[in-house]
């Protein structure tokens, strides 16, 4: 990989050892090297590789610098097998204008300068450079980081839309089983409510009463399913290259849920015995 000195200033390079090439070593064309962490893994064995030579394409380049391990990114690329070298000294060896070695130019905006500002002059400037005429379409591109950041957005959403209607499924089958179990539970303790209620228990204590085993219940069956996202999450980021991890939101939204769908799905069932007479339940059998 070809670079000016500049490519410094604009992409954050951790550098574990040694140091980037100096702006004179640049304009030179130094023959001087920055490798990745595998290559010097592998060279040098464990050794110090800093002040030490390496051949690429025949042409002997000093080691000043060595990458800090990074892995692979989403795109499969990794700066641990990268050479990063001087484009003054690359132009020596390679063709580096050559659509072959994929060449792009990195661009930053000044301070108060807009992205679409920057775009702008940037177009002004590659069609002068290309000889365009006015009704020449571009023959480039003007890609910008956040580009990939909306696509990763829209594929995401997506998901998120379909998580959503799957879990609404979930949460509708969900709340029919909630509701049959305290509706089941309510049958099964007819009599006791109608003691409960015989000593003196308001309707609104049975109520509350049942309305919490629903909502403990709920939260209950919640907990479990946020224990298994997060053991999903481990895995997926185990799996990928990405990252995943489960917000202190998603644990409150979840949380939150639960209560209202054992709040929705108990209260036909928690009214059904707050309404119950003390009498007729005492005599149910």
């Known amino acids: 990989m070809f670079a ?7 992409r954050e390079l951790e550098i574990e050892n040694g140091r980037y090439f100096t702006e004179m070593e640049s304009h030179s064309g130094k023959n001087v090297a920055i490798i990745g962490s595998y290559i010097a893994e592998e060279l040098y064995q464990g050794a110090n590789p800093i002040n030490k030579k390496i051949k690429v394409n025949g042409r002997k380049l000093k080691v000043i610098g060595v990458f800090k391990k990074q892995g692979e990114d989403m795109f499969n690329n990794s700066m641990d097998q ?3 070298i001087p484009v003054s000294f690359g132009k020596t060896m390679f063709d580096v204008e050559s659509d072959a070695l994929n060449p792009f130019i990195c661009v930053t905006a000044k301070e108060g300068i807009s992205v679409e500002q920057l775009k702008d002059e940037l177009a002004i400037i590659m069609r002068t450079i290309r000889r365009l005429k006015h009704v020449e379409e571009d023959d480039f591109a003007l890609n910008q980081a956040s580009m990939i950041a909306k696509g990763l957005d829209k594929i995401f959403g997506i998901i998120d839309l379909a998580g ?3 879990g609404g499924f979930a949460i509708l089958v969900g709340g029919f089983g ?17 003691i409960q209620k015989a ?13 919490t085993e629903a909502v403990v219940l709920s939260l209950f069956g919640g907990l479990i399913g946020l224990l298994l996202v997060w053991i999903l999450t481990l895995i997926a ?3 990928t290259p990405l990252s995943f991890a489960l ?5 409150v939204s979840g949380t ?8 929705v799905s108990g209260f036909a069932p928690a009214r059904k015995a707050a309404n119950l007479d003390p009498v007729i339940a005492m005599n149910y059998v």
Request: net charge positive; no cysteine; proline share 0%.
């Open 256 to 263: 939150m849920i639960s209560v209202i769908i054992g709040i």
């Open 4 to 10: 000016s000195y500049e490519y410094g200033s604009l």
């Open 237 to 239: 980021s185990g799996l």
């Open 247 to 251: 917000s202190l939101q998603n644990i």
């Open 164 to 166: 959503w209607i799957i």
């Open 82 to 84: 990268f050479v990063l």
């Open 178 to 194: 909630i509701a049959n179990i305290m509706f089941v539970s309510v049958k099964e303790r007819t009599r006791q409510i109608g």
């Open 199 to 211: 000593i003196g228990a308001k309707s609104y204590l049975i109520l509350t009463q049942f309305l």
